[in-house]
């Protein structure tokens, strides 16, 4: 009898971040629906992942949770103390709350109101790209993917001018337990991390209820002034995730979409020539970088998947880039890049169902001004170093990377 090792999701192993693909596969072959030894299960298939997310029936909130990792959850109370309340943000909670916290923040995200953002973001972008250009050299997540998306989001809220760097900081660490796997020191800076975040953004909405402006903060703020709508705690909590996930995940779609276009040269150039692929192409870049690369539903009944019974309360982790990378779904050529991919706007890339996500038009838009522009001034432009990997599992993406522009 031949001994067959069990297939094992393990994203410690060496070389994970910089590319999952090929544990995504061994999985989605050997056991799509998988029950990790820390207790959670986990989805690869598109059809699996795609179903749930978009199931009624489950919750994105802890307080379901049945099955908890002990190890991990005293790990958190020790780092964040014990009486820390659960975050109030829409991502972790289910309707009516969501459905009201979803509403009020949704006013500010309608087409009109991001294609108001048009010129504000292409004005950036081309500041950017002047520096660059001048210089003919690029570290292009801290000249470019990094900043846009900040000071998108931070001209969204109407944030005072901040320590960009040390906000940097503070929603890496913060971000970082969004992990399957993460260690106690990661765990202790994060909660760190997240007082100094809580204390700043408690100032800023201190220091906006004094100046009001016609912003989203200012909405918001109104909206808890209004009494029963908003919560103090949940307005700081809508903020603080609306400005980390603003900058966090967008990041990683501009700065590993540029690298993977350089690396793939004729889909760059296809791109380049035909500005009217960059709505398809950002979705394609969106489906093959998938910069979130897991999202979650906690079951609130016993349920099946793929002939597996989930009990009550389990904590399955939607494989959103396993699903992008399925060729059950986007057949043999889904680990290349096709800008011309017809239909590849269906990636999971933002979730699906009730939590989908609120910024992708945001998203969409900043990356398709900057990636074209990008490409359209510097033709030219060549990695000049190595890519370094942010070494995250769930956001992972390009931490720095050197490029010559001319
Ligand atoms: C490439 C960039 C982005 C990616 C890949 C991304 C991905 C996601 C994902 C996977 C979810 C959870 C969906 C689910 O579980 O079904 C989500 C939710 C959310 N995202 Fe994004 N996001 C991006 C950019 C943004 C931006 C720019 C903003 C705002 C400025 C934003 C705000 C939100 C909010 C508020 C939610 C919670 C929605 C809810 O719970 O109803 N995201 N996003």
Redesign the pocket.
């Known amino acids: 009898m031949t001994d067959i090792a069990p297939t094992f999701f393990n994203p410690l192993e060496d070389g994970y971040v910089a590319s999952p693909w090929s544990h995504f596969d061994d999985l989605r072959r050997n056991e799509p629906v998988h029950h990790s030894p820390i207790g959670q299960w986990f989805l690869f298939r598109y059809d699996d992942v795609s179903a749930l997310?978009r199931d009624p029936a489950q919750s994105?909130d802890d307080v379901n949770i049945a099955h908890h990792n002990e190890d991990r959850l005293a790990q958190f109370e020790k780092a964040f103390g014990e009486d820390a309340e659960r975050s109030t943000s829409?991502?972790g909670r289910d309707a009516p709350d969501?459905t009201r916290l979803?509403r009020l923040?949704s006013k500010a995200?309608t087409p009109a109101a991001i294609a108001a953002l048009r010129p504000v973001i292409e004005d950036l972008v081309d500041d950017a790209l002047d520096v660059m250009d001048e210089r003919g050299t690029t570290e292009i997540v801290h000249d470019l993917a990094f900043p846009l998306?900040f000071d998108v989001?931070s001209v969204?809220l109407g944030m005072p001018e901040s320590d960009k760097d040390q906000v940097a900081q503070w929603s890496s660490a913060i971000v970082k337990t969004l992990d399957p796997i993460i260690t106690e020191e990661e765990v202790f800076a994060a909660a760190d991390a997240d007082r100094k975040m809580s204390a700043l953004l408690d100032e800023v909405i201190a220091w906006k209820r004094a100046n009001p402006a016609d912003d989203l903060l200012t909405a918001l703020i109104q909206a808890e002034e209004d009494g029963d709508r908003l919560s103090s705690r949940e307005l700081r909590d809508q903020v603080s995730?609306?400005f980390v996930?603003?900058?966090e995940?967008?990041v990683?779609?501009i700065g590993t979409g540029i690298y993977e276009l350089l690396r793939n040269p004729e889909q760059a150039a296809i791109l380049r020539d035909d500005p009217s692929l960059d709505v398809n192409a950002i979705d394609e870049l969106?489906r093959f970088v998938?910069?979130?690369q897991f999202?979650?539903r906690i079951t609130l009944d016993d349920i099946e998947i793929g002939g597996h019974p989930i009990e009550t309360g389990s904590i399955v982790m939607?494989g959103?880039a396993s699903a992008n990378h399925d060729p059950a779904k986007w057949g043999d050529d889904a680990d290349r890049i096709d800008v011309r991919r017809a239909g590849t706007a269906q990636h999971v890339?933002?979730?699906?169902?009730?939590?989908?996500?609120?910024?992708?038009s945001?998203?969409r838009l900043?990356?398709q001004v900057a990636i074209g522009r990008f490409l359209r001034r510097f033709p030219d432009a060549t990695m000049t170093g190595e890519a370094e990997w942010n070494g995250r599992i769930n956001l992972r993406g390009i931490e720095r990377l050197e490029l010559a522009v001319r």
């Open positions: 997310l994105v829409m991502l969501h979803r923040v995200f998306p989001i969204m995730l609306l996930a603003g900058h995940t967008t990683n779609l969106l998938s910069p979130v999202s979650r939607t959103l890339s933002f979730g699906s169902g009730s939590h989908y996500c609120l910024g992708s945001l998203a900043e990356a």
